[in-house]
Each structure stands twice: as structure tokens, then as C-alpha cells.
């Protein structure tokens, strides 16, 4: 079982569009991390969010960690291909050491 | 410099046999995480070590399951008597710190395990 649910799984959407991926759990985590990965490849850090209610952007993405520390969301303004790839979100522990995946959204942007 | 590198990328095995999975982490990292990932998952945790110490090994699914890291540096996985069930991705990553807020971890390029 999955400590971290994502959804949508999977979404496919035209160039231009926005987009929120969530990421739940009914576990408190000391930081939330989000990570991008292309096929073939290994996942890459996004970002990092530590605090309740914490919100970071990063160009077009914005980040929100919720206020008890249990979901975090991630919205894409105007997605473009380069876009396109499995975004994944992963909890911390208390050591901010063990991490924990969600399960991972599927990204598609068409042109 | 150098990323994460793991060996061999690709492995095919006949089932009962025993395979060795190597991770070479970024230099001057001290953890090292493995994880398995199947696909269009996200990697599953499986044990990760702070130099040469294993801290965690609750994520190996059962005692065929070992890994080591002896120097604080390369680490070895391996599966002994492997099972059909045992065909995933196999992922390693490392971090500069052994913890923080900011303890990023960067992952290695996997290595496929196909058992017969």
C-alpha cells in the first residue's frame, strides 16, 4: 500500500492548458519533496517544502504544501511539451532521511 | 562530474540464481539509498545506508534480500535465489548529508533485473 496517493494517474492535456496534480496522505511528513522523471532516466528534485501551508514557485510550477503537512499540490500554468513526464512527490520522515513516493502522475503534453 | 552510475544497466537471469547490483554514488556523498520501482510507479524504499552503516532495512521484502556497503562508498545489492517476482527496476541514489531539510537525492540511471 501506497502511504502517498497522487492523482490524477494520469493526464493528458494541450500545450497552452494549466494543471494541479495532488499528492494525499493521512501520514504527517517533516517535508515534501516533488521530483520530475523522463523515461529512462531517474527522478529529479523539484523541489523541497518544509513548512504548513509553505507555498514555492519555480517558473510556471507553483508548490503548496497544506497546512497540516499531510498533502501538497502542484500546479503547471500553461504546460508546455517540455512538461511531459512522470511527476512524482515523496515524503520525509522525521530524519529527513527515509523517503516515501507517492504513487505518481502521468503527465502528457500535447503540442 | 560524475552522476550516479550503477552496474550492469541491464541483467537477465534464470530464476534460482543469484545477482549482484552495483551502485557507484556521486563522490563525497555519504548515504546512499536503494529503491525499486516498477513501471510508471514511484520507487519503493528499500534500505539505505550513512556511510558504511546500514540504518534502515525495512524495506527489503524478505531475507533474500541483502546489501552492503563496506567502505562508505560503492554498495552492492543482491538477491539470492531469485524469483519471477523479482523482476523490477532497481534504483540507487545518494545525498551529501545524512539529513536536513535540504538533503536532496540524486538517482542513478537503474538497473533493469529481468528474472526468467
Known amino acids: 500500500t501506497q502511504l502517498l496517493e497522487q492523482s490524477p494517474q494520469f493526464l493528458s492535456i494541450q500545450e497552452g492548458e494549466n494543471l494541479t496534480v495532488y499528492c494525499n496522505s493521512s501520514?504527517?511528513?517533516?517535508?515534501l519533496q516533488w521530483y520530475r522523471q523522463e523515461p529512462g532516466e531517474g527522478p529529479v528534485l523539484l523541489v523541497t517544502?518544509?513548512?504548513?501551508?509553505e507555498v514555492k514557485k519555480l517558473k510556471r510550477l507553483t508548490f503548496q504544501f497544506g497546512d497540516a503537512r499531510k498533502d501538497s499540490s502542484l500546479h503547471i500554468t500553461a504546460a508546455q511539451p517540455g512538461d511531459t513526464g512522470l511527476y512524482l512527490c515523496a515524503g520525509a520522515g522525521n530524519n529527513f532521511n527515509k523517503f516515501y513516493f507517492g504513487s505518481g502522475t502521468k503527465l502528457n503534453v500535447k503540442p | 562530474g560524475a552522476g550516479v552510475s550503477q552496474s550492469p544497466r541491464y541483467k537477465v537471469t534464470k530464476r534460482g540464481q543469484d545477482v549482484a547490483l552495483r551502485c557507484d554514488p556521486i563522490?563525497?556523498?555519504?548515504?546512499l539509498y536503494w529503491y525499486r520501482q516498477a513501471l510508471g510507479q514511484g520507487p519503493e524504499f528499500l534500505t539505505y545506508?550513512?556511510?558504511?552503516?546500514?540504518?534502515?532495512k525495512s524495506g527489503l521484502p524478505n531475507d533474500r534480500f541483502s546489501a552492503e556497503r563496506p567502505e562508505g562508498s560503492i554498495s552492492t545489492l543482491t538477491i539470492q535465489r531469485t524469483e519471477q517476482r523479482d523482476s523490477a527496476m532497481y534504483r540507487c541514489?545518494?545525498?551529501?548529508?545524512?539529513?536536513?531539510?535540504?538533503?536532496?537525492?540524486?538517482f542513478g540511471p537503474g538497473t533493469r533485473l529481468t528474472v526468467l
Open positions: 563522490s563525497g556523498h555519504v548515504s
Open positions: 501520514s504527517v511528513f517533516s517535508s
Open positions: 517544502v518544509v513548512t504548513g501551508g
Open positions: 541514489a545518494s545525498s551529501y548529508r545524512t539529513s536536513g531539510l535540504n538533503n536532496e537525492q540524486f
Open positions: 545506508f550513512n556511510y558504511e552503516a546500514q540504518q534502515d
